[in-house]
């Protein structure tokens, strides 16, 4: 079964740091369009961050110069996101997206993760 599955949320103080990662599993191709999106409780879900297979990233505001996106070479169908000094308003539940190929010849599916929780609070 293809899916994208996340790690890494957890409960951290203001200014502290955490990591969250997002493996793409099952028979892949490959992997295009990786994002990082969150919602908090009473809000719809926005965008975090954002990168292609190029290694283009775009950021909301509200994280630029604190959270970073990357994907590892070494690392097939997982991209990451680097969140430090975190705030109490980065509090929501973290999703990741891709767009998924399954077979060389046939177009690409959009993925969503199950969510994982960040809790920043002293």
Do not use: H
């Not at 409960?11 to 490959?30: D, M, Q």
């Amino acid at each position: 079964q293809v899916q994208l599955v996340e790690s890494g949320g957890g409960l951290v103080r203001p200014g502290g740091s955490l990591r969250l990662s997002c493996e793409a599993s099952g028979n892949i191709v490959s992997i295009y369009n990786m994002g990082w999106y969150r919602q908090a409780p009473g809000k719809q879900r926005e965008l975090v961050a954002t990168i292609t297979s190029g290694g283009r990233t775009v950021y909301a505001n509200s994280v630029k110069g604190r959270f970073t996106i990357s994907t590892e070479d070494n690392v097939k169908n997982r991209f990451d996101l680097q969140m430090n000094n975190l705030e109490a308003e980065d509090t929501a539940v973290y999703y990741c997206n891709a767009d998924l190929r399954l077979t060389r010849l046939s177009g690409t599916i959009n993925y969503w993760g199950q969510g994982t929780q960040v809790t920043v609070s002293p």
